[in-house]
T-cell receptor, first 110, second 110 residues
Framework: DVKVTQSSRYLVKRTGEKVFLECVQD?????MFWYRQDPGLGLRLIYF???????EKGDIPEGYSVSREKKERFSLILESASTNQTSMYLC?????????FGPGTRLTVT | RKEVEQDPGPFNVPEGATVAFNCTYS??????FFWYRQDCRKEPKLLMS???SGNEDGRFTAQLNRASQYISLLIRDSKLSDSATYLC???????????FGTGTRLQVFP
């Protein structure tokens, strides 16, 4: 079974803080993704990585950066958290097109 | 036009009913199609892939109509445990990325 884990289920941060969200997968997948999910908007792709140290912007990269130093780990960084980044953050890894998701991190920025 | 469109529902059906969801997609070059299931406050999970010839997995049947660019999911003999949001998912051609619909909510009642 594919296992994707995320560092926190719930997180509360203050405006302006730097926030790190970690994701780890155990299936040796090349591709990893970060999405955010908001009511009525569905899943929106923030960043995508297709190999170690390789990344590509998704649809909404502004205010975010990513790091992939090892194949199994993909980190999402909020450089200076803002209230409009309050959301559910979902990490996924994929084998071809089939994506497997972690349990999500519900981030609240106050 | 949205890239992937779904009726948000909710579809409220009694146990044992048959229910069908449709989804339309805008890019005729898309080649891979999926249905994901998402329970409340949980991550999306792959339900089934959708093949050109149609495919069945127990009570679930998926169909693809390339000419009209729509995908359908049929659930027979609905169970209470089928209550969830069903996401229609389509690949972005020439990439490893997917587009997720905003989902159709199903509520099965006793």
């Amino acid at each position: 079974d594919v296992k994707v884990t995320q560092s926190s289920r719930y997180l509360v941060k203050r405006t302006g803080e730097k926030v790190f969200l970690e994701c780890v997968q155990d299936m040796d997948h090349e591709n990893m993704f970060w999405y955010r999910q908001d009511p009525g908007l569905g899943l929106r792709l923030i960043y995508f990585s297709y190999d170690v140290k390789m990344k590509e912007k998704g649809d909404i990269p502004e205010g975010y950066s990513v790091s992939r130093e090892k194949k199994e780990r993909f980190s999402l960084i909020l450089e200076s958290a803002s209230t409009n980044q309050t959301s559910m953050y979902l990490c996924a890894s994929s084998f071809f097109y089939e994506q497997y998701f972690g349990p999500g991190t519900r981030l609240t920025v106050t | 036009r949205k890239e992937v469109e779904q009726d948000p529902g909710p579809f409220n059906v009694p146990e044992g009913a048959t229910v069908a969801f449709n989804c339309t997609y805008s890019n005729s070059a898309s080649q891979s199609f999926f249905w994901y299931r998402q329970d409340c406050r949980k991550e999306p999970k792959l339900l089934m892939s959708v093949y050109s010839s149609g495919n069945e997995d127990g009570r679930f049947t998926a169909q693809l109509n390339r000419a009209s660019q729509y995908i359908s999911l049929l659930i027979r003999d609905s169970k209470l445990s089928d209550s969830a949001t069903y996401l229609c998912v389509v690949n972005i051609p020439n990439t490893d990325k997917l587009i997720f619909g905003t989902g159709t909510r199903l509520q099965v009642f006793p």
